[in-house]
T-cell receptor, first 112, second 113 residues
């Protein structure tokens, strides 16, 4: 079956850039998502990218997709303490409707 | 804005009890999902529903059942709760086109004693 992998933990200083990485195995992935989960809350959709795109930018967020290597990254510029959360990568397949496969989540800690 | 509401944020039940987790969405979404979230395992799909009275098993349906009598409401049922079902449970909903993202509720943290 499909697999999505993320590192468990990332620590950065306030004001630095954060880069959260994700790899996936499903070559028929159509959409790739980034969700943010703050403590005690559900998942909030941050951004998503179609598999025919290489990059998507949305304010402080930049998503890069290397389809050949099945590698997705989320860059957060000027990271703030409010960005501390767990970030989930998820992949979706057109052939599977709205079914998503999630990674294990990366906990981002931002130090003042 | 899409609103997905889960009835309880925290719930404590005893082994062997029948437990109901409720989820309501207000955007007329066809698809609804139940996940459980455990540390390091990400989200695992328990059941999903693509229409009223329709349901499909996800990756880990054992020990669970679901009910979707109305479009806006999707219930997760633990028939006889066990301690290994202690977890965070997340409900999500989405429109049918496959480019539509899932929207999540705030989760229910369930403890089975």
């Amino acid at each position: 079956g499909e697999d999505v992998e993320q590192s468990l933990f990332l620590s950065v200083r306030e004001g630095d850039s954060s880069v959260i990485n994700c790899t996936y195995t499903d070559s028929s992935s159509t959409y790739l998502y980034w969700y943010k989960q703050e403590p005690g809350a559900g998942l909030q959709l941050l951004t998503y990218i179609f598999s025919n795109m290489d990059m998507k930018q949305d304010q402080r967020l930049t998503v890069l997709l290397n389809k050949k290597d099945k590698h997705l990254s989320l860059r957060i510029a000027d990271t703030q303490t409010g960005d501390s959360a767990i970030y989930f990568c998820a992949e979706g397949d057109n052939n599977a409707g709205n079914m998503l496969t999630f990674g294990g989540g990366t906990r981002l800690m931002v130090k003042p | 804005d899409v609103k997905v509401t889960q009835s309880s944020r925290y719930l404590v039940k005893r082994t062997g009890e029948k437990v109901f987790l409720e989820c309501v969405q207000d955007m007329d979404h066809e698809n609804m999902f139940w996940y459980r979230q455990d540390p390091g395992l990400g989200l695992r799909l328990i059941y999903f529903s693509y229409d009223v009275k329709m349901k499909e098993k996800g990756d880990i349906p054992e020990g669970y059942s679901v009910s979707r009598e109305k479009k806006e409401r999707f219930s997760l049922i633990l028939e006889s709760a066990s301690t290994n079902q202690t977890s965070m449970y997340l409900c999500a909903s989405s429109l049918v086109p496959s480019d539509q993202p899932q929207h999540f509720g705030d989760g229910t943290r369930l403890s089975i004693l």
